[in-house]
């Protein structure tokens, strides 16, 4: 976030960020992926729809460049694209388990460790005080690697195994997480 110094001499004071910004824009666009995914899906096209996914992660990685480039990085956009994140990837879960492409219950096991994970950095941000999106690069890989799930299954590649594997690995992840969110000290908390 860019900090400017306001004119009454009373020191820094954070920037304010519009939420209407590039950044939010191409995290928004990543929508629009969705109802043609589901098309692709549907219509048994597995290599547009393999495609959509690998355009709805690149997306996710361009905002974050986007948001770097026009200095409009803020907590908003931070809680949008992880939320982003969740309804996209969750979409595409439970549309290609729907379909028979994917095994059912990991993907409900899935679904649930990132529903709690949710619930845990809700409470994360109101320990904070503030609107925090708590940092977990261990998350952020296995949030990747969901879109490699979804992938594996539109591609038709071993997608028991890798389904089925994934479950533990994520397991592992909110379970490190759990204890970090909620028993260790909020840098920079205001309670």
Same mark, same amino acid.
């Given at each position: 976030?860019?900090?400017?110094?306001?004119?009454?001499?009373?020191?820094?004071?954070?920037?304010?960020?519009?939420?209407?910004?590039?950044?939010?824009?191409?995290?928004?666009?990543?929508?629009?992926?969705?109802?043609? &995914? &589901?098309?692709?899906?549907?219509?048994?096209?597995?290599?547009?729809?393999?495609?959509?996914?690998?355009?709805?992660?690149?997306?996710?990685?361009? #905002?974050?460049?986007?948001?770097?480039? &026009?200095?409009?990085?803020?907590?908003?956009?931070?809680? &949008?694209?992880?939320?982003? #994140?969740?309804?996209?990837?969750?979409?595409?879960?439970?549309?290609?388990?729907?379909?028979?492409?994917?095994?059912?219950?990991?993907?409900?096991?899935?679904?649930?460790?990132?529903l709690f994970n949710s619930a845990l950095r809700y409470v994360y941000a109101k320990r904070a005080g503030r609107t925090v999106n708590y940092k977990s690069y261990a998350m952020e890989a296995i949030v990747a690697y969901t879109g490699y799930l979804i992938g594996f299954a539109t591609g038709d590649m071993e997608v028991q195994f890798f389904y089925w594997m994934f479950v533990p690995l994520m397991s592992v992840v909110v379970i490190h997480d759990t204890k970090r969110m909620l028993f260790d000290a909020v840098p920079g908390a205001s309670r």
């Open positions: 976030m860019a900090i400017a110094v306001t004119a009454g001499g009373s020191g820094p004071a954070p920037r304010v960020v519009s939420p209407w910004n590039p950044a939010n824009a191409v995290t928004a666009s990543r929508f629009i992926t969705l109802p043609f &995914f &589901f098309w692709a899906v549907q219509n048994e096209y597995r290599q547009w729809a393999t495609l959509l996914i690998i355009i709805c992660g690149v997306l996710d990685k361009v #905002d974050g460049l986007v948001a770097k480039i &026009f200095d409009c990085r803020s907590p908003f956009g931070e809680m &949008f694209d992880a939320i982003t #994140d969740g309804i996209c990837y969750g979409f595409c879960l439970v549309v290609v388990a729907a379909h028979g492409w994917a095994p059912l219950v990991p993907v409900i096991l899935i679904i649930g460790l990132g």
